[in-house]
């Protein structure tokens, strides 16, 4: 198979980070985005990847993200949406958003709306990772 050029948001630990890890062994181009400066650093170095950091609970920086990503990679071969999280108690982004509703759907959409092009052009996947949880009381 060919080189791809993939795209890992969340990819600064747990799944994300053991897929950027995979993915690079397996001879593909892999761009770790993570939301902390110093764990996405740390991934990227590990595996010899770029990284891009941006919080998926602040709409600008997931803004700034895909501007960031289509200077930088005129074909992206898969998008893979893996950021997210459950924040606990309710809490409202700068954006005026639930956080966990925020970074879980509202961010990944518009991250994917806005390389919106670059995927098409590229005739990209798009992988969009989903959880359940049960709460019990």
Request: hydrophobic share 45%; charged share 15%.
């Amino acid at each position: 198979m060919a080189q791809q050029t993939i795209i890992i948001t969340g990819a600064s630990d747990g799944i994300g980070a053991a897929a950027a890890h995979q993915l690079t062994e397996n001879g593909h181009k892999v761009i770790v985005v993570g939301r902390s400066p110093q764990k996405t650093a740390a991934v990227a170095g590990k595996i010899g990847a770029p990284f891009h950091v941006a919080d998926f609970a602040d709409l600008a920086q997931v803004r700034s993200l895909a501007s960031e990503l289509t200077a930088t990679y005129p074909r992206i071969d898969v998008l893979a949406n893996n950021a997210g999280g459950i924040f606990g108690d309710r809490e409202v982004t700068t954006d005026g958003y639930e956080k966990t509703f925020q970074v879980n759907h509202l961010a990944p959409f518009l991250l994917t709306y806005l390389l919106m092009a670059t995927l098409i052009e590229s005739n990209a996947k798009i992988i969009q990772t989903s959880s359940e949880v049960i709460s019990e009381k």
